[in-house]
């Protein structure tokens, strides 16, 4: 029979659906999402200043290019929400709890040239991948392959390509390569 919907004992932290999963691995995956979500909330925010405030000669393909990659954060921001929901947990959402739990250094207000901002973004998706990789090892190794799914599948993938599309406006025109 299945039980009711219930406060399991994490503290009220995690209500206990049936999934099939001890809700010690629901609590721990979702302390994971929620800084992932966190971070990836503030990578695509990053995104959204850079496409607003890029200059100069590569303007147009990065302002372009920028709110590609912002649309594709928004969609993992939304997977990684609803994951924490589906396990039980509660998502952070609103800019105070963003800015009290992200890893990513805050970026100045001010404008900067394309170099320094695909560099700040590098650095962004970098801790992202770091954090993601462990956090699917973990999944992983407790079972929860819904959570690594989502962590291999579309996180660490969609990152690894973004990362591709920005690093190379840093390194020349490929001659001799
Ligand atoms: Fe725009």
Redesign the pocket.
Known sequence: MISKPERAATNGRVTRFPIALDVAVCAASVENLNQLLADTISLRDLY?KH??QVSGPTFYQL?LLF?KHFGEQSELVDEIAERIQTLGGVSIAVAHDVAETTLIPRAPRARDEASVQITRLLHAHEIVLDEARAMARQAAAAGDDGTNDLLVSDVIRTNERQVWFIAEHLVGDGAGR
């Open positions: 959204k496409h607003w302002h709110d």
